[in-house]
């Protein structure tokens, strides 16, 4: 039995913050940022708009993409490191915003690959006999993460949500097939210190503004390289694939010269890469559905496309799928 997307959504907050509008309380450029990152603006949420309110706008899309309401749901799975809170679960709070009740619904933490990590733990769920419909979503929050003195990392991050009915289904379209993989060696390198079980947040983690995001951002752009590149070629020689074989390279949208080197190692041309990092930022786990929302209402999505979608991110964790679009 097949796993096919059936309907795709997404919601970005309004608020567009420009490089020129860091400049403003950053030591940075607008120069710096372009030419090293590929960024032009990002949607920061408003400090009253948590995860779950973008992730059930990206839903509510969704759903309708698809022709389905949420009483058709067999479960709600969220991909997010940013929940709302630590419990309940963020895909708890969807289902009640949704309106519904009584699915099971659970978040998962993958990083910027959770979208990924669960559209194949989803199909692997729909292969079962209990379930029929599915929503994934990948949705993050990061801004509130990532400090506004830091240069470093508050300028990459944005903010967003994508959403996806996944649906068992046996015609040839659907997801194909995926690969995951994950090191937790290197966590170190990308990490958010504070508010968790191993320093609770205190007045001492908050003075140290240890509950912001700390990154070694040149390493972590070596390993996002080596592994976005690995994980690409390990799932279309899963899949039975050859490279020329792909219409639309779809990669998590962390900084334009990782997406250039992956797709330098694939021996794709640009066109065929779906880039909107410009525009967002990086949305971690929200940026492949984002882009695969956005692909489909610019049409550019057609019946048999074979779309490889590739990520990582903290943990370290990375992930491709194979997906034939329809
Ligand atoms: N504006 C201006 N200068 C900045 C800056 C900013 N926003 N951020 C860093 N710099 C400075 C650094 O302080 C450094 O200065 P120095 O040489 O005087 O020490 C210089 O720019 C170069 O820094 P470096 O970190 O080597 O730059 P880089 O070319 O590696 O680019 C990143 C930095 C963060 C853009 C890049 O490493 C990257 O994208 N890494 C991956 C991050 C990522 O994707 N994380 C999420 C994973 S999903």
Redesign the pocket.
């Known amino acids: 039995m097949g796993v096919r997307i059936i309907g795709i959504g997404s919601y970005v907050p309004d608020n567009v913050v420009t490089n020129f509008d ?1 400049e403003k309380f ?4 607008d120069e ?2 372009r030419t ?2 590929g960024i032009v603006e990002r949607r920061i949420a408003p400090p009253d708009m948590a995860t779950s309110d973008l992730a059930t706008r990206a839903a509510e899309r969704a759903l309708k993409d698809a022709g389905i309401s949420a009483e058709d749901l067999d479960m709600i799975i969220v991909a997010t490191a940013t929940p709302d809170m630590f419990y309940p679960a963020t895909a708890c709070i969807v289902q009640k915003n949704l309106g519904v009740r009584k699915k099971p619904c659970f978040d998962m933490e993958a ?2 690959p959770g979208f990924i990590y669960a559209l194949d733990v989803a199909s692997g769920l729909l292969n079962l006999p209990n379930y029929r419909h599915i929503l994934v979503i990948g949705a993050e929050n990061l801004t509130k993460f990532m400090d506004p003195e830091d ?7 944005g903010d967003g949500a994508g959403a996806a009915v996944l649906t068992k289904d046996d015609s040839p379209y659907g997801i194909i097939t995926s690969c995951l993989g994950g090191d937790g060696n290197l966590g170190d390198l ?1 990490y958010l210190p504070a508010g968790g079980s191993r320093r609770p947040a205190s007045k001492e983690t908050v003075e140290k503004r240890l509950h912001y995001t700390v ?7 070596k390993h ?1 390289v080596l592994n976005m590149q690995a994980a690409a070629l390990t799932v279309l020689q899963r899949a039975g694939l050859k490279k020329e074989d792909i219409t639309w390279l779809v990669p ?1 949208q ?2 334009v ?2 997406i250039d080197a992956t797709r330098e190692k694939l021996g794709l041309p640009p066109e065929k890469v779906y880039i909107n990092i410009d525009k967002y930022g ?1 949305t ?1 786990a929200a940026s492949i559905p984002i882009a695969l929302a956005e692909m489909k209402e610019k049409g550019l999505l057609k019946r048999g496309d074979l779309v490889l979608t590739v ?4 943990g370290f964790t990375w992930g491709a799928n194979i997906i034939r679009w329809g």
């Not at 950053?26 to 450029?29: F, K, V, W, Y």
Request: glycine letters at 6%; aromatic letters at 14%.
């Open positions: 860091l950053l030591d940075t450029s710096w940022i090293r990152t990083a910027c240069r470093a990392t508050y300028v990459l991050f990308l990154m070694k951002g040149r390493e972590v752009f996002a998590h962390a900084n010269r990782i990086n971690s990520s990582f991110g903290a």
